[in-house]
């Protein structure tokens, strides 16, 4: 009887290696298998000049809201073309499309980015990137529009650098980047400059303004200086 009941046990260890790595390392880490049995991420296997993710700094770790559940250290890119974020498996180079209808918000790295459609302002579906929020919200947002342009020489013209810039190559990512206004009624607007933001509160533009100046804000790096005049118009610093 003693050796009837130790021999299923010993057999344990065996079925567990017999059964798929990637399955059991997720299992021992506590992982929800089914956030991983999304679609496979799309393969821009053609030759091409630009990126279809939103930028260059690869995946990265950060925590995932995803169909009201909270996902921690998740490896994740994201495909500004079509506006979907992808997840990679841990200590893997597969990659699973998530699509955008069930993400809430998540991170990367420092940044916050949020799914604003999910919480019922009319925009474009997809991420944005918070650059400040309180009564009113400000938010970036940027998309990769794929295009074949033969009159398009140089990666300046695409809206941004591409360090592995291949001549004769006419397939682009053309970037288009946009910030969005939303008021304290949830109304969203979509603005490229400045003197939009400086209608919002008339009666504090002059100081904010004289404030911006004085502390040497750059007006170049846009979301940097629009994060800074929110924060005064709001708070007074």
Request: net charge positive; glycine share 8%; aromatic share 16%.
């Amino acid at each position: 009887m003693r050796f009837r009941l130790l021999f299923p046990l010993l057999l344990l260890p065996l079925l567990a290696a017999a059964q798929d790595p990637q399955a059991l390392y997720l299992e021992q880490a506590g992982w929800d298998m089914p956030l991983y049995r999304g679609r496979t991420a799309t393969n821009y296997s053609f030759s091409y000049n630009g990126t279809y993710l939103w930028d260059r700094s690869g995946f990265r770790s950060g925590d995932l809201s995803y169909a009201g559940k909270v996902y921690r250290n998740m490896e994740m890119d994201i495909n500004a073309h079509q506006q979907h974020l992808l997840l990679r498996y841990p200590d893997s180079f597969n990659t699973v499309d998530l699509g955008n209808e069930a993400v809430d918000w998540f991170t990367l790295g420092q940044d916050r980015y949020v799914n604003l459609r999910r919480r019922g302002i009319d925009v474009p579906e997809g991420f944005y990137k918070v650059v400040y929020e309180g009564e009113a919200s400000v938010y970036e947002r940027i998309d990769k529009e794929f295009r074949r342009d033969i009159s398009i020489s140089n990666d300046g013209q695409i809206g941004y650098m591409d360090p592995a810039w291949k001549e004769g190559v006419f397939e682009l990512f053309i970037q288009r980047r946009n910030w969005y206004y939303v008021a304290p009624d949830g109304q969203a607007t979509r603005f490229r400059k400045q003197n939009f933001l400086l209608r919002t509160h008339p009666d504090k533009r002059r100081q904010a303004t004289r404030h911006l100046k004085e502390t040497g804000m750059d007006k170049a790096d846009f979301s940097r200086w629009c994060q800074a005049y929110m924060n005064f118009v709001e708070h007074g610093k």
